[in-house]
């Protein structure tokens, strides 16, 4: 739905995609608007979400209006990202990844009660990437030290991936995502997300 900025309690971001639909990266209300006024928009998809409304011409007396869509592919300066990347890894999107839950007890926590625990610890060349690492609680991880998983009797309860750039615009902007701009990304998550997004809807459905 069209809305003006002073009706937002948080304007939503603009998904930017480059010209074959790839994602790049979240732009704000500001750069989408300098993107259209420049020229540089070539198509969007989802709603118009925001209008602005800009100066008067000295011509004719027009208010310029600009409508910006929630997504937008442009030209213009090309980030050219190989579709392999490797998103940076973040505790913010690691704990947003695994859902806040302890991936060893399985509790959800507040994040400043989350740490970033390494499967095979460092100590014994595990690396710090996406697939050795799960959000754990403080208290998991301080139990489980420097050892391995199996050495404590316990398992993961899911298994780590490294997101793909779609998972990951999704993870570090969780919580104020446009309904159709996740649709988009969502087109785009690879199985190891899905699985985990199946299992998750599954567990919401069962009776506590
Ligand atoms: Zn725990």
Redesign the pocket.
Known sequence: MLATLDQFHRVPRVLRLDMSGQPIRWITWQSAVSLYTRDLVRWTLGESVLRIRGGYSRLDGSRTVVDVNSIVACDGRIFQRDRGQIPPLTNQALFVRDNNT?M??G?QHSVFNLTRDHIVPKSMGGTDDWTNVVA??K??NHHKGNRLVEDCGWELIALPYTPNLAEYLALINSGRILGDQMSFLQTQFGNARRKRDAIKEQRARLPN
Do not use: M
């Open positions: 302890c060893y007890c509790q754990a609680c208290r998991c």
